[in-house]
Every structure is written in structure tokens, then in C-alpha cells.
């Protein structure tokens, strides 16, 4: 069992940066993929980036590319999220979510990961 925990949300104005951090709980944090996901009102639930368990390997949604950057610290049991450059249309809730030994090529899709953490509130004004 995993239990993740999001935080770093807030209110920032467009074009300013906020790092989300996710803490995970467990001793076999290095064996998980992790995601960062987000749901604007409304809309369903979509992926922003995936880094591999090794931290090797990372991938982005296009809309983010450049400017999100995904990494993890595994003595720290923590992934990130820095999010440079924010638009308006980056408010969400963003949610972090762990997926046990996965290798392959589904790291967008929800339905993959075991665990989620409870989410935390970005919002970006104008």
C-alpha cells in the first residue's frame, strides 16, 4: 500500500512558476512509476508528465512541454513537479499517482496507476 500526499498548490499570476511536490509513504518508492495528473472544473481528468522508476525516463503532454519539469528523489520517497511559465488554462487540481514495476508505453493513461494522493489547488490568474 502506498499512501501519496500532494503539496505546493496556490494561487500564482500567468507567467510565474510553483513546484508541486507528492510524498509517498512505503519503503519501495523506487519501484513505482509516477505520474502527475490534472482536472480543470468540468473537464475530465487528463496526464501532464510520467517519470519512470529509475528516474530515467521522463514524458510530457504537449501543452507543457518546456516548461513542467517531472523529477523524483527516491531517499526522499518524493517526485516533483516544477511548473515554470503558467498560463491561466494550467488552473487544476493536480493529483500525483504511483504505479507499481511498470515499464511500458501507458504512463498517460489513468486507469494505469494503483494509487492516488488527494490533489492540490493550482490556480493561475490573468
Known amino acids: 500500500q502506498v499512501q501519496l500526499v500532494e503539496s505546493g498548490g496556490g494561487l500564482v499570476q500567468a507567467g510565474g512558476s510553483l513546484r508541486l511536490s507528492c510524498a509517498a509513504s512505503?519503503?519501495?518508492?523506487?519501484?513505482?512509476?509516477m505520474g502527475w495528473f490534472r482536472q480543470a472544473p468540468g473537464k475530465e481528468r487528463e496526464f501532464v508528465a510520467a517519470i519512470s522508476w529509475s528516474g530515467g525516463s521522463t514524458y510530457y503532454t504537449d501543452s507543457v512541454k518546456g516548461r513542467f519539469t517531472i523529477s523524483r528523489d527516491n531517499a526522499k520517497n518524493t517526485v516533483y513537479l516544477q511548473m515554470n511559465s503558467l498560463k491561466p488554462e494550467d488552473t487544476a487540481v493536480y493529483y500525483c499517482?504511483?504505479?507499481?514495476?511498470?515499464?511500458?508505453?501507458?504512463?498517460?493513461?489513468?486507469?494505469?496507476?494503483?494509487?492516488w494522493g488527494q490533489g492540490t489547488q493550482v490556480t493561475v490568474s490573468s
Open positions: 512505503g519503503r519501495t518508492f523506487s519501484s513505482y512509476t
Open positions: 499517482a504511483a504505479k507499481f514495476l511498470y515499464s511500458g508505453i501507458y504512463y498517460s493513461d489513468t486507469h494505469l496507476y494503483d494509487y
